[in-house]
């Protein structure tokens, strides 16, 4: 089984050193260009050197209430429509440019509505130079003595840069020649007139301190960003006449040390400034732009210009760049030209440029919600997630808000009335962008080899050749030596023939002797001269080590003050700094408990307030509910007392209508009894009745407050009376002559409803045994009345009497009045009567008959 092949551990990522305790402001800076016409509208005035003041247009009313206010805005320094390109340069691009050669990356961007002068102050017009080429121009100006030879510093595709020896430089450089490529442009050649004006610079920028150490290489790429996708200006597509290829999107990557970077972008090596610039130039007239409304030549693509400058330091002769690529540093300066916010309704964009402006418009809301979010988060503490992949823009520069370098920004604002609203958010958005603080990256660290190395290594060779030259020697060094050597030997004497001919030669070793000790004696001497001369030299470095080692305790107790001085101070750097963040500290706890008291003030206020309208809610409600109530206690108490006066009116009637019935009883009784046998009882008649109502002491008078009964009127007797004769089972037939007949009569033997319902009359025959022995037979009559309930009520009016006497069997009375019957036997016959009857004694108030009597029929109860 093989063994498990082990991963190798993944080596953690370098980021660039930045120091967050050190923040740095985003610098934001307005130009207003000058009006095209001078009859133009202005609405933007310049009030000093960092405020300008817009007002709304002559017409327009941003407030409601339709006041006319005047808005300032504050930057880092305002430039007005006077202010020449030199002026800006030095102000805004200079320092971006000094810490490009001191190692540190810088962006530069400008930012404004369609025609406001962004890309004239990025490039220039012709005999006035932008940003960019004065960028150049420094740059060149200040590294040009130092610059390596071509392909010294080779880019890699991972963002990085390798450094060869010369030798593989030179290879690299005739590999290069050999092919068909087209070849590095020169800074020998012609210059292109067409922008020839705009790198005249006759200024000689440059920077003061440069490491003379180093060696330096200039390295240009051109891209730009059209509908969210990033395009390579440099780059050299075949010529297909037939069927061309459109350009190829790019992509963006994220190196070792977490930095962006355009994969497969097109790097070139530059050596000069016209170099530079005709390598933009030629990326320039690919850049898209289009004719709109507001703009002859609208840039339709944000335009990312990077210069990229590789440092290494030479090695201690001071002669070739030191190979050791820990050692190189890259450093970047960004300038970016960004498309102009517009209103499609402003510049009638239909098609690509509608869908061109989209993406412009979502592109910079984009950079607007990153520096929101950055500028919440400083401010309040939060740990938001920065939407930096939303764009391509805003992605690709992701590390310089994170800390990677310094960000500067130009707001160009056109003062014509018709921008106005476009320039007042223009104008909030810069000034929110103030507020966001940038980590300072720190400085790169030394290499450790000896300063001025360069150029003392340079001195050395002069001063050695021009030593050569006095004595008249060459001035290389191989044949130096070989000068030095010859010379010496032309000083001794020449050596004599040494062949010996004959035995007795006597002459020739002699020769060879004394030419020998000349030699010798030579030698000697020069020995003793170098000799001494070593010793002079040896004391002249004994002096010289003296004299530098006094020299060097000398700057050690310099050295060693300062860095005691260095010390104290950064002793009390830390202590203020440590100050700073306890009141930073401290402020923020201020703060956000402020913020917390605040809001929960706004809700305890706005509790209060609810508070107070359910209060006012509910008092109005119990002041509707007690108003209410009032009128239905009111109401009620009207009804109930209607009702009891009613019910009490009712039942007084009632006791007395069963009063006055007992007392028509007791009468009649009483007339019954004291009635003499031997008269026959004398009806009162109804005249006498209504003229003299029978006087009752027994009833009760009615009470004074009981309402009227209403008066129930007969029916007229010409529509024709129907009677209902109620004859009950135990009537006995009389068998008289005289006999009662009723005409139209419905002869029932129980009182019904229905009977009732058909008839206007009604009458009851009741029989009863008399005093002497007889039948005694009443007809009650009385008048049928529809209730109001749906039933029908009976009003007895009067009662007929017919007695049947035998002549032969009555008898005189011995006494004239008869005992009064038992009261307990008249009860019971008018018991026995209602029985039958089933009647209901009522006395109907307001009759002039007396007293009367009222039959309710019970009404028939149907079947389930």
């Known amino acids: 089984m093989k063994a498990a092949r082990a991963k190798t551990p993944r080596r953690p990522a370098v980021k660039k050193p930045s120091n967050p305790s050190l923040k740095d402001p985003v610098g934001v800076y307005c130009r207003v260009r000058p009006l095209s016409r001078p009859d133009q509208e202005c609405c933007i005035e310049v009030i000093n050197e960092t405020t300008v003041q817009i007002h709304p247009p002559d017409g327009y009313r941003i407030f409601r209430n339709g006041e006319y206010r005047e808005t300032q805005y504050s930057f880092k320094e305002v430039f007005g429509t006077l202010v020449v390109q030199k002026e800006l340069f030095d102000v805004v691009a200079k320092p971006l440019v000094e810490d490009l050669i001191r190692g540190k990356n810088g962006l530069l961007f400008t930012y404004g509505v369609t025609g406001s ?54 290879l690299e450089r005739q590999k290069r020649d050999a092919m068909p490529v087209p070849k590095t442009p020169s800074g020998k050649r012609q210059i292109d007139p067409e922008f020839a004006d705009m790198i005249n610079v006759q200024d000689h920028c440059k920077v003061e301190e440069v490491d003379e150490d180093n060696v330096y290489s200039v390295f240009v790429s051109y891209i730009e960003i059209y509908n969210n996708y990033i395009y390579d ?67 339709r693509s944000h335009s990312v210009f990077i210069i990229k400058l590789a440092q290494a330091p030479l090695d201690a002769d001071g002669d070739n760049v030191l190979q050791e690529k820990e050692q190189i540093t890259l450093s970047q300066l960004s300038l970016v030209d960004l498309a102009g916010s517009e209103r499609t309704n402003r510049t009638k964009a239909e098609g690509n440029r509608l869908r061109e402006a989209g993406n412009i418009n979502q592109s910079l809301m984009t950079l607007r919600t990153c520096i929101e ?129 004959d035995v007795n030669d006597d002459q020739t070793l002699p020769k060879l002797i004394e030419v020998l000790e000349k030699r010798h004696k030579l030698r000697q001497m020069l020995s003793e001269e170098f000799a001494k001369n070593v010793l002079a030299f040896k004391t002249m470095l004994q002096d010289f080590d003296s004299s530098i080692v006094s020299k060097e305790n000398y700057i050690q107790g310099k050295l060693s003050e300062k860095e005691k001085t260095i010390a104290g101070q950064k002793m009390e750097l830390e202590r203020l700094e440590k100050k700073i963040k306890t009141l930073e500290y401290k402020i923020e706890i201020l703060e956000k408990t402020a913020t917390i008291y605040e809001e929960d003030k706004r809700n305890l206020q706005q509790e209060l307030e609810s508070k107070s309208q359910k209060l006012q809610r509910q008092a109005s409600d119990k002041r509707r509910l007690e108003a209410r109530l009032q009128g239905m206690v009111a109401e009620t108490t009207m009804k109930w007392e209607k009702e009891c006066e009613r019910r009490v009116a009712a039942k007084q009637l009632e006791m007395q209508n069963k009063l006055w019935v007992k007392d028509e009883k007791l009468k009649q009784l009483k007339a019954i009894v004291t009635e003499p046998k031997n008269e026959k009882p004398e009806r009162p008649s109804r005249e006498r009745d209504r003229e003299k109502p029978v006087q009752r002491s027994v009833s009760p008078s009615p009470a004074p407050n009981a309402p009227p009964v209403r008066l129930r009127h007969r029916r007229s007797r010409s529509a024709g009376e129907r009677w209902v004769d109620h004859k009950p089972p135990s009537n006995l037939p009389t068998e008289t002559v005289m006999q009662p007949h009723v005409p139209h009569a419905i002869t029932v033997a129980a009182a019904s409803e229905k009977a009732l319902a058909k008839c206007d009359k009604y009458m009851l ?51 004239p009045s008869n005992p009064d019957p038992p009261e307990d036997a008249a009860d019971s016959e008018w018991t026995d009567v209602e029985t039958r009857c089933s009647v209901a004694v009522e006395m109907r108030a307001g009759s002039a008959l007396g007293p009367g009597y009222e039959h309710h029929a019970q009404p028939k109860r149907r079947k389930p």
Not at 126 to 142: A, E, K, T, W
């Open 117 to 170: 002068g962004k890309t004239h102050t990025m490039t220039g017009s012709p005999g006035d130079g932008g940003l960019l080429p004065r960028c150049l121009d420094m740059i060149f100006n200040s590294i040009g003595p130092f610059q390596a030879k071509r392909f010294v510093f080779k880019l890699d595709d991972k963002n990085g840069v390798d450094v060869q020896c010369e030798v593989d430089a030179l």
């Open 233 to 299: 200006l440099l780059e050299e597509a075949p010529y297909e006449p037939i069927k061309p290829k459109p350009p190829q999107s790019k992509t963006l990557r994220e190196d070792q040390n977490h930095n962006m970077y355009v994969t497969g972008c097109t790097e070139v090596e530059v050596k000069s400034t016209e170099e530079a610039f005709e390598v933009f130039w030629r990326g320039q007239k690919k850049r898209r732009i289009a004719n709109t409304q507001l703009n002859r030549e609208s840039s």
């Open 373 to 501: 979010v950055l500028r919440e988060n400083q401010m309040y503490g939060t740990n938001k997630m920065v939407p930096y992949r939303d764009s391509k823009l805003t992605h690709l520069f992701k590390n310089y808000f994170d800390g990677e370098g310094k960000v500067r920004m130009i707001v160009c604002v056109n003062p014509k009335a018709e921008d106005y609203e476009e320039s007042l958010q223009v104008m909030r958005f810069a000034e929110m962008t103030q507020e966001v603080e940038v980590a300072r990256p720190v400085d790169r660290p030394l290499c450790g080899l000896t300063p001025g190395r360069r150029f003392r290594n340079q001195a050395f060779r002069e001063e050695l050749s021009r030593k050569l030259e006095m004595r008249g020697g060459p001035i290389n060094g191989e044949t130096e030596e070989q000068s030095v050597s010859e010379m010496f030997l032309q000083n001794f004497p020449p050596l004599p023939s040494c062949e010996l001919l």
């Open 765 to 815: 025959t009741h029989q009863e045994l008399a005093s002497d022995g007889e039948i005694e037979t009443k007809l009650i009559k009385g008048d049928v009345f529809k209730t109001r309930g749906g039933g029908q009520a009976v009003q007895f009016t009067e009662i007929e009497t017919l007695k049947q006497e035998s002549p032969t069997g009555r008898k005189r009375r011995s006494s």
